[in-house]
């Protein structure tokens, strides 16, 4: 796999066979489902609280939006500056969706499309990346 993506990053299994990636957003580390499913990261109300404290977060408009269990939702989209996946991988600026209450962190494909080609690799679970923010 390292051939083909150039940035390699390790994912974790989870009980249910779904697969993880722990991220920093905005000076805070969270740990985000990987879903291709997913329009946009997504970030619970309590994550987001933290990098308000940390960082300058910016919202910039809200949108409706239809959750995978089918409710439509109100979701408030914020511009966070930095999203960093490992030490020298940013794909930051980058919005991301805010539920009003709970809600799941997401890496949903507006990561992943700043980030392509992408791929995945199951064993062992790795996310390649063709592209990233050097820093």
Partial sequence: MSSF???????????????????????????????????????????????????????????????????????????????WLGEHCNLGPIEVAAPKQGGRNLFGMNALKQAAPFGFASQPPTLGLSHCNID
Avoid at 7 to 28: C, D, K, M, Y
Avoid at 31 to 56: P, Q
């Fill in 5 to 83: 993506y150039p940035h390699l990053f390790p994912l974790i299994s989870n009980q249910t066979g779904a697969f993880e990636i722990e991220a920093n957003l905005g000076g805070v580390q969270g740990l985000f489902l990987v879903d291709t499913g997913a329009s946009m990261v997504t970030v619970e109300a309590e994550l987001l609280n933290k990098i308000r404290k940390t960082t300058h977060v910016r919202k910039i408009r809200s949108v409706a939006a239809r959750l995978a269990n089918g409710r439509a939702e109100i979701l408030d989209i914020f511009l966070v500056e930095e999203f």
